[in-house]
DNA sequence: TTGATACATCAATTAAACTTGTTTAGTCAA
DNA sequence: TTGACTAAACAAGTTTAATTGATGTATCAA
């Protein structure tokens, strides 16, 4: 993967990790899916702010959603995870062993 | 690790990674370090510019600067991104394999 | 000491993100 | 149908982040 021609989904998937009411749900949804109403009760936010954060996180790719009668399931989005995880791991390739310069710290 | 407890560093880590600017200077930054003057040359931006993004970058240990002379050096902090690696990668762990369902998408 | 260079910081403005309350649309049971 | 419920969409207002231009500090060479 080249890092010079950078995928605006790259950014805004960061930036929708960036926010810990965020990190927050994605660590609810780790195990399992669960609905708005759900994630609601355990987070005690407002619908309307779930809501919010919800569809970032969905225009992120790092959710994805499944309607069941008139409740709305989260889960987890693996494959940017993945990609976020290997740009991220692309660093390792070209630098120096950790630490880098132990001497004069 | 658990990420019922997030800490402040990791969001503020993917924050610093969610602006292309900076992006592009961490990817500058990759191969070797370099000073502010090649980064706002290669760049195109200006100094003051230049100088608030390698700030956020820095308070999210992303980054290190040295100085040397009037020059001031910065390059990459591994360490962080390597956590930064590491909490995306809880999230395989967790998850179905990849794709989770293929199915129906 | 003077002037130039390299960088950081500040204050003011602009832009983006977040919050909150309300409305709209869809689902389901009675 | 009606009414209760769930979630998305919308439209404020508020907060936070980014940009810009000016100023400040340190280094170095003349």
């Known amino acids: 993967m080249s890092l010079a021609t950078i995928s605006?989904?790259?950014a805004s998937g960061f930036h929708a990790l960036s926010e810990p009411l965020r990190l927050q749900i994605l660590?609810?949804?780790r195990s399992k899916e669960l609905c708005v109403c759900d994630l609601c009760e355990a987070l005690?936010?407002?619908?309307?702010?779930?809501s919010f954060h919800l569809k970032v996180?969905?225009?992120?790719?790092?959710?994805?959603s499944r309607q069941e009668g008139r409740w709305m399931y989260y889960s987890i989005d693996l494959p940017q995870f993945v990609i976020l995880?290997?740009?991220?791991?692309?660093?390792?390739?070209f630098s120096p062993i950790v630490?880098?310069?132990s001497c004069d710290d």
């Open 85 to 93: 995880e290997q740009y991220l791991g692309e660093f390792r390739r």
């Open 8 to 10: 605006p989904l790259i």
């Open 44 to 50: 005690g936010v407002s619908q309307s702010k779930l």
């Open 99 to 101: 630490p880098a310069r």
């Open 27 to 29: 660590d609810l949804l």
């Open 57 to 64: 996180l969905k225009e992120a790719r790092l959710l994805r």
